[in-house]
Structure formats: C-alpha cells, structure tokens
C-alpha cells in the first residue's frame, strides 16, 4: 500500500438508483457516453447547437497551439442574446426568470421581457459612461436581481467582467481592479446580511483610494445601485448612480456578436495562498458547455422546474449556474440575498416550500451545518416539490449524502455530486440523475463529453480499487484559456506535470472504486504521509462525520517525530445528539472509530472539539491554518478566514486538546 500515490481506505457499498420516472423521460440518457466517446469534436459540435449563433463556427477545436485551445473558430454570437432576448423572442417572454427574496422579505418576480428590458438599459447606460468591447468592468455587490444584470450588460457590450464576492475586502477589491485595468465599477450601497445592512460602497472608496485613483485614474465611473438607502460619500466626478442612468435608459439595445473566443470574464481563483490567479473564460465554448451540462446534470424543464443555486455570484458556481447555463436554457430561478439563519435557521426550507422548488443545488459546508442544526428545522416545511438535490464544492462525506437525501430530499430525489473548478468552467464530473445510480460520497463518472483519469505520479492509469491523481484527459469547451497576463503560470500550473501525455493537472487527488466510479479526496497539498502510507485528508473526515454524534471534521497531518506527520482532527458536533460520552471519552470514542471504519493508521493522534472550522468565505475548509496550530506555529495568513475570530479559539483551545 505504501507505494501508492494515494491510499484507498473507505468503503461505500450503498447504491440509489435513479427514480423510474425521472429515467424515463431525462433529459440526456444513457447513450450520450457512447456518442460522444465516438466522436468528441462531433458531440460538442451538437451542444454548439443549443446556443443562437450570428455566424457558425467553421472548426470545432483548434488544438494547433495547444495548451493554448481554441474552441469553435470563426463563430460568432452574443451572450445576453442568448441568456435573455431569444427567450422572449420564442414567445417565453412572460415567463417568471427570477424570483428574488431579499434579506428583509422584500420579493420581485422578473420575467423575461422584464430581464431583456432591464439588461438592455444597463447595456445602453454602460456605453454611455464610456464602455466599449474589450474594457473591463468590476462588479462587486450584494446577491440581487442588478447583480445578473450588470453581468449581462457587460456580456451584451463585449466588456470583460470581473465580479469580486462581496465579501472581500477593499484590499483583495483593488488588487483585482488593478490586475485587470477595470475602467468601471459596478456596485451598491449595501445589502443586507444576518438581519442587517451591510455597506459595500466604502469598501470602493477605499479600493480606489489604495489604488490611487486620484492620479492614476484606472477607474472612470463607479456605478451605485441603491439597496439599503444607507448615506454613502459621493465623489461627483465618479460616482453615478444606478437609478438616475439605468433607469432613464432606453431599452432598446442592439446586442452586437462577438468572436468566439472573445474574453468574457475573468475570475480571481479563491485560492488559499499566494497571488489570485486571474482565471479566464471566453465565449461561445464557455456557455456552449454551462448550458449543456445544466441541462444534462439538472435535467432541467423549463417550462415546469424551479431551480434554485444557492451560490453568490461571486463564486464560479454563480457563474456558471445562476446566470449563464441556466439562462441560456430559459431557466426559472430564486435568487436569495441573505444567509441562511436570517431571520430563522428554517429560511432555505421556507423559501423552498414557498417557491415549490423542483431542483436545488448547494455545498457540502451548508450541509453540515444543517446536519449540526437538526433535522427538527427542515422537517417543519413541506420540501414534497424537490425532485432533484446537487452538491458542489468539496467531497460530500457520505453521511451528509444520506442526511441531505433523506431529511431533504425525502428519500426519493437523486443526488448529483459536482465536481468542477472555476478553472474547468463547467462540471466535470457527476452522475446523470437519470442514468447514474448514484453512491453516496461519490462523484462517479465524468460526463459526456468529458475525459478523466486517476492516475499514478509517473503518469500511469492506477487500477480500480486504488488512489492517485486526477487528470482530464481532453480539452473541453469551457475550459480555462490562459491566467490573465500569466500565460507561463498558466502553463505551469495545469499543464506541466503530464506534459507529455498532454493532460490537465487538476490539484485534485481522487481513487477510483472496485466498480471504477470516482471518488475526490481533497487537494494534493493537503495529502498526509503516516508512516509511509499516503492518506487523503477526505476519507479521513468521512469516517468521523459517520459518527452519530460528529456533524463536521477537518484533519491535518501534523509533524511527529516516530511516524513522519500524524493525524490531527477537529471536529464539531452535533447540536443536541443524543446524550454520550464527553470529553475525554468522546475523544476516545471518536480516534477508536476512525480506526474500526478505515483501519488504525488512520486513527487520529488527537482530536479537538471545536465550535467552529475557519473557511474561506467560499466555505473551503483551511487546513493550512490547521496545521500551523498542530505544529505549534504561529498561524498564518487568516485574511482570507470567512470569520477570523475562529482561529484564536482553536489556538487557545489546543492547550487542553487529548494526545497519547
Ligand atoms: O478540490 C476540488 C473541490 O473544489 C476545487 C475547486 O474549487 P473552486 O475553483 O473554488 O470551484 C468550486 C466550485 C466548482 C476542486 O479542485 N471540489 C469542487 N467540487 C467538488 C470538489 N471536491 C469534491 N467533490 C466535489 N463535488
């Protein structure tokens, strides 16, 4: 075992087949794999079809220059076009695209032809403060109905959008204006999160004050959309408001069409160290693959679903899965601003059961903290609409599947388990709900279309049952074209280590099962070495959430002296599980489990009862931070901690951690 890559430990038999129903009149069925293994450009080709095009493509894939890709030379088309106005040309134009619930309870139903009236005045009022094809805009706001649309607009007039979460600071704020050169910056006074209004525009100010507008003048205009009413201070010569342009726009807006390979966003990679990576996306492939796979992935309907992506905007996953793939199938959506706990930890399932939801994607970390509630909160609301549940982000432990399954999803929708990057675009790999029969904790099977292997570090497919590398083996047509300004990092990072075989290097480690279904064991870097064997952080954390009583874990491998790094755990618990063993004994109770699910080398060093984990604002465990407490160092770098408060409680709370 010690000469693996990556050691294979848990073992899931259960399996959940798709819903007779479901199967029998899914969107994309069983034999889409074969057709597309036969003829990949051919496949994709027949997505390309999805999308309205102002002039065709002449070649599918240009791989001349490759890792440089190309995808559907010589088409042209328009994405707003695509996302909104085709829909009211087809008639659809009453039908419901968004329905926003704000914080406060505030609601708007906006169709369609509301949507193409509102992206056409934004489109037009952006031109007029000075943007043409090509500029870039910065858009950094709260999750309201502006936000999509100040996208749109951007997508409408050629401009390269970068929406930075807005809940990163003016620091991370200016440095992302500065690496693109934004000319605009779209954004609000506030918006309202935990029950309150919490101010954005300041945070402008400050950005463009670090960045030394005064002088250097990167920044033309900032365009302010009204939300909370809060003052705000207000420099004439940038400062516009929303309401005064784009209200008093026409909306009358011609979508010009744009080059297939036209930069449509960047997107400043969430990473946990170091400089952002300025992750680029272009046009035609992009949606030709967001739209595909919601369609495939979600089964969606359009005329009858309810979709709801609980992800910001400002996250890749509010990309791809609000705004472009499923407007381009003429989704209907909820858009919610706030948190979920505001103003009762029941808010999701309300809203849920207000909208009938039909299909309903989220993360892992939300999961869990659901799990932490208690079932009592979900179990008051009818959720009997769900017919379809996906996960994204991290590795769901397979008891957060079961919980999600049974309590949400009344033990009949299937589960989608996503595996994606902001750097890939689209998911990569996921069961189709109605062909798949799903694992709990799996991903399964790259989708067609979609190339991906597990392999060893020299580059070899690792047989089933064991651990490795994953890789994807063909270009795809969302793919990552370049880091903006960065191509050698480019290079580097995703295409050097199997430069010969010529595949993406994902970061991620993976094993495949005894059936060859996918499982993601986390990142690379977060991989232990005990005792020679190498463990995978996920698994690890799987066997702890087992225990009735553990809600969430993190482990790290920390330095020890005798086996080469051990495994340290933190755990949360569950609010209000059953009475048990405590402390001492629960620890105990906890290391001994491990070791029963996974086998002794597993068994953690230690284990810490924890309230909280610190995660980045995109609920990403950071294990790094973790480390440096198990090892005894001061811990690192924590601005990029969702809530910075948690690390000093872990730090002091050690002290009285068990070891033996
Ligand atoms: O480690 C994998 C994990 O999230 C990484 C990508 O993060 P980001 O670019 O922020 O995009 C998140 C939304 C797509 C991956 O390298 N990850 C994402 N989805 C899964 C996952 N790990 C396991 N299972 C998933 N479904």
Redesign the pocket.
């Known amino acids: 075992m010690s000469d693996e890559t990556l050691s294979n430990l848990l073992t899931e038999n259960r399996t959940f087949a798709p819903p007779a129903d479901l199967a029998a009149d899914a969107n994309v069925k069983a034999d889409a794999y074969a057709a597309a293994a036969a003829d990949h450009e051919g496949f994709w080709a027949e997505q390309a079809g999805r999308l309205d095009w102002a002039e065709p493509f002449t070649q599918v894939l240009d791989d001349t220059a490759a890792p440089f890709y190309k995808w559907f030379v010589g088409g042209k088309l328009n994405v707003a076009h695509n996302c909104v106005d085709r829909h009211v040309a087809a008639g659809r134009g009453d039908q419901v695209a968004i329905h926003f619930v704000g914080e406060p309870g505030d609601t708007r139903s906006i169709t369609y032809s509301d949507l193409k009236d509102e992206v056409s005045r934004a489109a037009n009022a952006i031109e007029e403060l000075g943007i043409v094809a090509g500029d870039r805009v910065a858009i950094y706001m709260p999750m309201i109905p502006e936000a999509v649309v100040a996208m749109l607009a951007c997508a409408r007039v050629g401009a390269t959008h970068t929406v930075v979460f807005g809940g990163f600071s003016a620091d991370a704020l200016a440095s992302r204006i500065e690496d693109c050169n934004a000319k605009l910056v779209i954004t609000a006074d506030g918006g309202y999160r935990r029950g309150a209004p919490s101010a954005l525009k300041p945070a402008v100010d400050a950005a463009l004050e670090k960045i030394d507008n005064a002088t250097t003048a990167i920044v033309e205009n900032v365009l302010v959309v009204r939300r909370t009413g809060q003052d705000v201070a207000w420099n004439t010569d940038v400062d516009v408001w929303w309401h005064e342009v784009v209200d008093e726009s026409s909306t009358d807006h011609r979508a010009q069409a744009f080059d297939a390979e036209h930069p449509l966003f960047v997107m400043y990679?969430?990473g946990t160290t170091g400089k952002p990576k300025g992750i680029l996306h272009t046009t035609a492939g992009y949606l030709v693959g967001t739209a595909y796979t919601h369609h495939a992935v979600f089964d969606l309907k359009p005329e009858t679903d309810v979709y709801w992506c609980t992800a910001d905007v400002g996250?890749?996953?509010g990309h791809s899965y609000i705004v472009y793939g499923p407007l381009a199938n003429g989704v209907t959506q909820v858009l919610y601003e706030g948190t979920p706990d505001t103003p009762h930890k029941g808010r999701w399932w309300e809203i849920i059961q207000d909208y009938k939801v039909t299909l309903f994607y989220t993360a892992p970390t939300a999961i869990r903290t659901f799990m932490k509630w208690g079932r009592s909160i979900p179990d008051e609301y009818d959720l009997s609409s769900l017919r379809l549940l996906g996960?994204?982000?991290?590795?769901?432990n397979p008891e957060a599947y079961m919980w999600y399954r049974e309590v949400i999803g009344g033990d009949r929708c299937p589960i989608v388990?996503?595996?994606?990057?902001?750097?890939?675009g689209m998911m990569m790999?996921?069961p189709l709900p109605g062909v798949t029969a799903g694992k709990p904790g799996s991903?399964m099977t790259a989708l067609p279309g979609v190339g991906a292997d597990v392999v060893s570090e020299d580059g070899v497919p690792v047989p089933n049952g064991s651990g490795g590398y994953l890789v994807l083996t063909k270009p795809w047509p969302s793919m990552l074209r370049t880091l903006l300004g960065d191509d050698e990092r480019f290079v580097d990072t995703y295409w050097s280590k199997y430069k010969e075989q010529g595949w993406y290097f994902?970061?991620?480690g993976a094993k495949k099962d005894d059936d060859g279904a996918i499982w993601?064991l986390?990142?690379v870097d977060d991989v232990m070495n005990v005792s020679g064997h190498r463990l995978s952080t996920?698994e690890i954390e799987s066997a702890l959430v087992s225990h009735p009583r553990v809600a969430e874990a993190a482990v790290v491998g920390a330095a020890d002296e005798t086996t080469g790094q051990a495994v340290v755990a933190y755990v949360i618990l569950r609010e209000g599980a059953s009475a048990g063993a405590t402390g001492e004994e629960l620890v105990q109770e906890l290391r001994n489990h491990v070791a029963k699910e996974i086998g002794a080398i597993a068994k953690p060093r230690s284990i810490m009862l924890v309230p909280e984990l610190p995660k980045t604002r995109?609920g990403?465990i950071m294990r790094r931070l973790l480390k440096d407490v198990a090892e005894n160092r001061t811990v690192g770098d924590t601005t990029t901690l969702a809530d910075a408060g948690v690390m000093a409680l872990i730090a002091e709370g050690q002290k009285t951690s068990t070891e033996d």
């Open positions: 990679s969430s996250w890749i996953t996960s994204v982000g991290e590795p769901i388990d996503t595996w994606w990057q902001t750097e890939t790999i996921s991903a994902a970061g991620d993601l986390g990142r996920t995109s990403k």
